[in-house]
């Protein structure tokens, strides 16, 4: 009984180290943007997808895609007449180091197949821009818009990226060996060493958006922008650039846990969605805002599926799910919507 368990302690915190980089993503989005993103889950589908195809020395045209995403942008940014020419200079470099990286990355993995730090970095080079392309393309148009259409628009994304996986990898799922075999036995428990990664991966990258967040003048200006978003405009900061950034990183941190998932499950192109709705999940606890909180309901959603998968596992994701009304009612009766409005 107590080895049974220990085992499902074990599985339910790696389940949400996982998840837990999906609430964040979602949480990071929302305090910038205001967007409710949907389509965050498909940034976990790219990034396995592409992790996996890299790994194995195929070059996909989703580095390309996003390549030449990034390049159209530029151009048209490169055109606008308002900007000096010293203005224009530096924003070429700048582009040109950018679809650079995204490129230079692809290539190395196609040169050194098998090889998994090339592999990592083509595949969240690529999805974490396609995230700055994706504010650029579908938010930043309608960014005054209402939450409800801002929702939409995210579904849309969604409806788009999931056709995109298919067409672009396939419907076969693609297996990935794991970083590190074995494993290590603590007491009555046999714990993987993937496990060990997810979890440590995800600690450190946690911490990182800590650092990056408090300590730095950037991840400073994208606090400011979460509290008040006229404020920081006039203050000088680009609000543009700063929902740019935030879709970036939320789709890097979405990409990273299906790197980390990747290789306990196939990488396949349906497996985005469940993942992002539990990440949802846990992220309402907090109420999309809060990083403490959420990291709380990072560990209760984790926890919650390995034990129903045990007990129920036909229901497993059905509870999971049904987790987020009692959370949402709380969540409303302890900071009912007035009190957001004065």
């Known amino acids: 009984m107590i ?11 790696t389940n949400g180290a996982v998840y837990g980089l999906v609430a964040l993503s979602l949480i990071v989005i929302y305090t ?16 396995a997808l592409s992790f996996a195809s890299a790994l194995s020395g195929y070059f996909s045209p989703f580095s390309w895609l996003v390549a030449g995403g990034l390049a159209a942008f530029a151009v048209l940014d490169v055109a606008d007449r308002r900007l ?35 592999a990592v970095l083509a595949a969240l080079a690529a999805t974490a821009s396609l ?18 259409v801002l929702l939409i628009v ?24 794991p970083v590190v075999d074995g494993g290590v036995s603590l007491g009555p428990v046999f714990i993987t060493y993937q496990s060990l990664w997810i979890c440590c991966f995800a600690v450190l990258a946690m911490a990182g958006l800590y650092t990056f967040s408090e300590r730095t003048l950037i991840g400073q200006a994208l606090q400011a922008t979460a509290v008040n978003r ?11 650039v700063a929902g740019q950034l935030s879709f970036s990183i939320g789709a890097g941190f979405s990409a990273l846990s299906g790197l980390l ?37 990072v560990a209760l959603v984790g926890l919650t599926e390995s034990f129903s998968a045990f007990q129920i596992s036909a229901f497993r994701d059905v509870i999971v799910f049904l987790m987020v009304i009692p959370i949402l009612l709380w969540r409303n009766a302890v900071r009912p919507p007035e009190a957001h409005e004065h």
């Open 32 to 47: 910038v943007t205001r967007v409710v993103n949907i389509a965050q889950g498909e940034y976990v589908t790219l990034g």
């Open 261 to 297: 998932l990747a290789p306990l499950i196939t990488a396949n192109y349906d497996m985005g969605f469940p993942i992002g709705l539990k990440g949802f999940v846990a992220a309402a606890l907090g109420g999309i805002v809060e990083y403490p909180t959420a990291l709380v309901g």
């Open 154 to 177: 995210s579904v849309g994304v969604y409806m788009v990226f999931h056709g995109a996986a298919v067409l672009i990898w396939g419907a076969e799922p693609q297996s990935v060996p």
């Open 230 to 240: 006229v404020g920081a405009q006039l203050c000088g900061i680009p609000v543009r």
């Open 131 to 148: 995230g700055a392309l994706t504010y650029r393309l579908t938010v930043e148009p309608v960014s005054g818009a209402s939450p409800i």
């Open 84 to 118: 000096s020419n010293s203005a224009r200079i530096r924003m070429l470099l700048i582009r040109s180091i950018w679809i650079a990286g995204v490129l230079a990355t692809a290539f190395a993995a196609n040169k050194f197949p098998g090889s998994y730090w090339f």
């Open 3 to 13: 080895d049974t368990l220990l085992f499902l302690l074990v599985d339910g915190i």
